[in-house]
């Protein structure tokens, strides 16, 4: 998701983020330039700044900003995608920097190039290890599509820790075409933690099984992580997507709370203050909740909830997406305004608003929007927002 928020960056030179990235700490008044630099350096392109980062990810130094200057370029070798950094992203894995070594194969996994042998025995060397770097592996080898000729993945589906386990369940279902994981990852979906929730969208999109898209669309977990995995289910080798998901995709960008599962999620009271607080809550069912609420409420309620939470919580990324949202679903047209705001707000952290502003678009007939989300759906590189704006365009004319 890094890349929604490069445009964050682009007040740091390409030249400033080289010269800043390998300077010792002491010898900079902010520190945390060293890991911006290494941000800034992953959306590059020239061979000198590969280099830097490969040096800064081969800085195996106890210094704390170092070591986080260490994993952020790691994660951006991982954008680079070029494979002469994979020597530098084996070596780290055995780093005792648990972060560290998950940024590791997360970056080998992007690389999209199946490993040999030698490279495959380094990463499964990394399953020795707390829970979260195991999962990271165990991702690796799914999302690189490698068979696992030790056994040691396909063990890992009975460990205790459900994380690990629907790691592995996606590994056996992608790699091995063995259909039993699907049935543990659907039911996961349902689970009263919302991270187990949120790991399991995660592995349903990597064993990438069109039969679960049903399930994950209705699990209360924020819906560019549904969409993401989604996506990942429903689109075919050729890179068009399967006709048969078309409603079930407009169904989950449309993110109506209704048609959630909210089961065993408190109920939020159909009254200003509890929805304020939901809205705010960490937990993305505790705010589907409050949104449902709010969308329990009289008319003339929902009209002064909304004009209040756009005054008081109106740059909130979330709050502010699930405006959008309910605006449209609700029909409100006298705030049309605020889905035409929504729709041409082109700030990264706000692009699932615009998803929200595309759909709400078509609830409220605003044709006059017609160009920008044609303009939207040509150029956007996200491709659920860009494929929401050319469905509703198309709905529209």
């Not at 704390?64 to 020597?87: F, H, N, Q, V, W």
């Not at 070594?101 to 970056?107: E, Y």
């Not at 990597?206 to 669309?217: K, M």
Request: hydrophobic share 40%.
């Amino acid at each position: 998701m890094s890349e929604r928020f490069d445009t964050l960056f682009a007040g740091m030179s390409e030249e400033t983020a080289m010269e800043t990235l390998l300077k010792p700490p002491a010898e900079l008044k902010n520190p945390g330039l060293k890991y911006l630099a290494a941000t800034r350096l992953g959306a590059c392109q020239s061979p000198e700044s590969l280099q830097r980062l490969l040096a800064a990810g081969a800085n195996d130094s106890d210094d704390l900003y170092e070591r986080i200057t260490r994993r952020k370029a790691l994660e951006a070798l991982g954008r680079r995608k070029d494979r002469s950094a994979l020597p530098v992203l084996l070596a780290a894995l055995q780093a005792d920097d648990e972060p560290t070594v998950v940024n590791a194969a997360d970056a080998i996994a992007r690389l999209s190039t199946p490993l040999n042998k030698e490279e495959q025995t380094a990463l499964l060397q990394a399953l020795q290890g707390p829970d979260n770097q195991r999962r990271a592996v165990l991702q690796a080898f799914c999302r690189l599509g490698m068979n696992d000729a030790s056994g040691q993945i396909d063990r890992c589906r009975n460990d205790s820790n459900p994380l690990v386990a629907g790691a592995a369940h996606a590994y056996a279902i992608r790699v091995l075409g063995d259909q039993q994981g699907l049935h543990p990852l659907v039911e996961q979906l349902r689970d009263d933690n919302p991270g187990r929730r949120r790991a399991a969208v995660i592995d349903l999109g990597d064993a990438g099984r069109i039969e679960a898209l049903a399930a994950l669309i209705r699990c209360p977990v924020s819906m560019p992580l549904r969409a993401k995995s989604a996506f990942q289910m429903a689109t075919r080798q050729t890179g068009a997507v399967d006709p048969d998901a078309t409603d079930l995709l407009k169904e989950l960008l449309q993110d109506d709370p209704r048609q959630l599962n909210l089961d065993g999620i408190p109920e939020t009271a159909a009254e200003p203050e509890a929805i304020k607080e939901g809205l705010q809550h960490r937990d993305e069912a505790r705010q589907y909740a409050a949104a449902k609420a709010l969308m329990a409420m009289p008319r003339a309620a929902q009209l002064d909830q909304i004009d209040a939470l756009r005054s008081s919580l109106g740059s909130d990324y979330g709050v502010h997406y699930l405006l959008a949202s309910c605006t449209g679903l609700l029909e409100l047209h006298e705030r049309s305004d605020l889905v035409r705001d929504a729709l041409a707000e082109t700030a990264p952290q706000y692009a699932k608003s615009r998803i929200a502003g595309a759909w709400s678009c078509l609830r409220l007939q605003l044709r006059d929007q017609t160009s920008l989300l044609e303009e939207v759906g040509r150029s956007h590189p996200w491709q659920p927002l860009q494929w929401s704006c050319r469905e509703v365009a198309l709905l529209l004319s």
